[in-house]
């Protein structure tokens, strides 16, 4: 890659899917630019430009051309930057695998773990659940292993990176009670893993702010899921 490339993140600063992309290219070594959204008040005109159909972040701008969609940017990113430290496994099965469960956490564990913080009492208590019990699978799925990406972290781990960090503060903001590191170890120790990897403890947000700003997300959003 040439030394006078142009990358560029459009973001948002407690957006885990942000995250995702700053960590992978950390992981390699690429410079970026990053520029903050004012996504709940007027959005750039880059941003809309960029993403014309989600208007949402992140966007990943390389050379002038848009990369929009978290986990498709990590592949265009270990797709470009192949020098170092790659991002999806090389074996066929398991890529797909690696995928079918980032899509999992995503339609799964996201979503659902968002919308339970912000949900009031039956509704809660069923999406808490229906998270826990996803999350089961994903023990299996590390069945001992220090990451997703076995040796080093992955495509997996910076896809459900985000669990490692917010969760716990989700589950502070919702009253809820989500992660038993009695009954689900492995998970409990690739948390500890990802949060402490170096490239990735800098780059985490803080806790405070971030138990603050989305207690103000769920009072907005609150009569949107109860
Ligand atoms: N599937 C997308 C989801 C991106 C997304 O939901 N971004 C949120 C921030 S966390 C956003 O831009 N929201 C503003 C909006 O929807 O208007 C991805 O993986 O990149």
Request: charge should be negative.
């Amino acid at each position: 890659m040439g030394e006078r490339e142009e990358v560029k993140i459009l973001g948002f600063w407690a957006s885990p899917f942000v995250h995702r992309v700053q960590w992978a290219l950390n992981l390699k070594g690429t410079h970026f630019d990053y520029a903050e959204e004012d996504l709940w008040g007027e959005k750039s005109a880059l941003l809309l430009s960029t993403n014309p159909v989600h208007k949402q972040v992140p966007v990943l701008i390389h050379n002038a051309k848009p990369v929009v969609d978290s986990l498709l940017i990590l592949e265009y990113i270990d797709d470009t930057w192949t020098h170092r430290h790659q991002i999806l496994p090389t074996d066929p099965y398991d890529r797909a695998m690696a995928r079918f469960w980032a899509k999992f956490g995503d339609e799964k564990l996201l979503g659902p773990a968002f919308r339970a913080m912000c949900s009031s009492s039956e509704k809660k208590v069923m999406g808490a659940n229906s998270v826990a019990e996803s999350l089961e699978f994903l023990e299996g799925v590390l069945k001992g292993k220090k990451f997703f990406g076995v040796e080093n972290i992955g495509y997996l781990d910076i896809a459900l990176g985000w669990l490692a960090y917010m969760l716990e503060v989700w589950e502070e903001v919702g009253s809820m009670k989500i992660m038993d590191a009695n009954k689900f170890p492995c998970l409990a120790n690739w948390m500890k893993s990802f949060v402490d990897h170096p490239l990735i403890k800098d780059s985490l947000p803080p806790r405070d702010k971030m138990v603050v700003y989305f207690e103000e997300r769920c009072k907005i959003l609150a009569s949107l899921f109860n």
